[in-house]
């Protein structure tokens, strides 16, 4: 088993544990403080939404100053009456597990209907829109294609017909500037990939809705309150806004931007770091006993900005392997700005494929979808698969991110 010295900064982090809000470094003292949508339209555009009666598709993550919900802030705001409530996949509070069907409620705190789009429908239904003017949408994301909170946004923004769909942009937690990946085969089009984005797609959630209505793609009306003091270079910790787990088992920004590459393990039987201490940073099997070569081989590539290291973990029930102790793979970030997550995904893959290949199966149907169709799986089963396809990722994100330089709203 390898033991790194640079684990033990990252290791550090378990103490955060799975609650939704951690402590972090704050912003510099010379910078200023991000100021998000919510706090704009309500100090500067309030005239978008006043005497309307205001849909909201929101969560935990929608917080304004000093941690106010973003549901609080309008419920409260004279002049704008708050009529309906819509939650996400992990629901209006972020504490469902992935893939859990949430049902529809009443807000305990202000006694608005809250209705899911994670359950009998993804889609907001005209029952759902009757009573709303405006439809407003305030979640924060983390800038990978199969992440689902997007998807929900432009599904609803769709479905708001005859209605203006409000975006409060929020940061991209890794960086606004950064596109890897391959781009989505339409073919491939599902939940965990709506449009034809590189897998990390870059943007903010602000700027990917208007490529998608500026390029014809997304019918909508919408209007994007942008957020102040931001800059697309920033990482989360550069903003001043402190971090919240946008969901269960993203609960650090190197989760945030291992889970690029490191989702694809979700199409595997290897388990991808759910149930376990650090989730997507993280991946073990049963039959991983040779974790630590693993490991080593891996560290010998040079790889840049990532080390690896193996140990074991409890596996918590209800997860793949769930109540069994695993050897497990870990990543540790060592330089975020070097780090290609893409990369790290699919090399890991490759080589556990090579020294498994009676005992790694793949979630075909999975796989594909995550991956935007079936190339990552080809490559990975084949000698140079992976070595050949990631020039071509590299190519195909480079020509998105051109298409979308036209819609950007920061510099």
Not at 39 to 47: K, M, N
Not at 108 to 130: D, F, I, N
Request: proline share 6%; net charge positive.
């Amino acid at each position: 088993m390898m033991r790194l010295p640079v684990l033990r900064h990252a290791i550090s982090a378990l103490a955060l544990g799975a609650s939704a809000f951690s402590v972090v470094t704050p912003v510099p003292a010379h910078a200023q403080r991000v100021r998000t949508g919510i706090e704009v339209l309500v100090t500067d555009s309030i005239h978008l939404i006043k005497g309307k009666r205001v849909g909201l598709i929101t969560n935990h993550t929608g917080l304004g100053p000093a941690g106010k919900t973003t549901i609080d802030i309008l419920y409260s705001t004279p002049g704008v009456k708050l009529t309906a409530l819509y939650g996400p996949e992990h629901g209006i509070r972020g504490v469902a597990r992935a893939g859990d069907h949430i049902a529809s409620t009443v807000d305990s705190a202000t006694g608005v209907p809250v209705y899911s789009l994670y359950g009998e429908t993804r889609v907001p239904t005209p029952e759902m829109l009757k009573d709303v003017d405006v439809l407003i949408f305030d979640i924060q994301e983390v800038g990978a294609r199969f992440y689902t909170y997007q998807w929900t946004m432009t599904l609803s923004a769709e479905a708001a017909k005859g209605k203006k769909f409000i975006l409060l942009d929020r940061p991209n937690l890794v960086r606004a500037d950064v596109f890897e990946g391959n781009v989505l085969d339409p073919k491939y089009r599902s939940f965990v990939g709506w449009y034809p984005v590189s897998t990390r797609y870059g943007l903010t959630i602000g700027e990917l809705a208007k490529y998608l209505v500026g390029s014809g793609q997304l019918k909508a009306d919408l209007t994007v309150v942008p957020m102040q003091n931001y800059r697309r270079n920033m990482w989360w910790n550069e903003t001043g806004l402190g971090w919240v787990n946008p969901s269960p088992n993203i609960r650090s920004g190197d989760a945030a931007l291992l889970y690029t590459g490191t989702c694809y393990f979700e199409g595997t039987n290897i388990n991808e770091g759910r149930g376990m201490t650090q989730p997507f940073q993280m991946v073990g099997a049963p039959y991983l006993t040779d974790a630590g070569a693993i490991a080593k081989a891996l560290n010998a590539m040079k790889l840049p900005g990532i080390v690896f290291d193996s140990t074991s973990q409890t596996v918590e029930q209800g997860y793949k392997h769930g109540g069994m102790t695993v050897p497990v793979i870990v990543m540790v970030v060592s330089d975020r700005d070097a780090v290609k997550p893409q990369q790290v995904g699919l090399m890991l893959l490759r080589e556990i494929y090579k020294r498994h290949p009676k005992e790694f199966q793949w979630r075909t149907a999975s796989i594909d979808r995550l991956a935007g169709g079936p190339r990552v799986r080809e490559a990975v089963e084949k000698d140079g698969g992976v070595e050949a396809l990631l020039p071509i990722m590299e190519r195909e994100a480079k020509e998105y991110e051109a298409k979308t330089k036209p819609f950007w709203i920061y510099k």
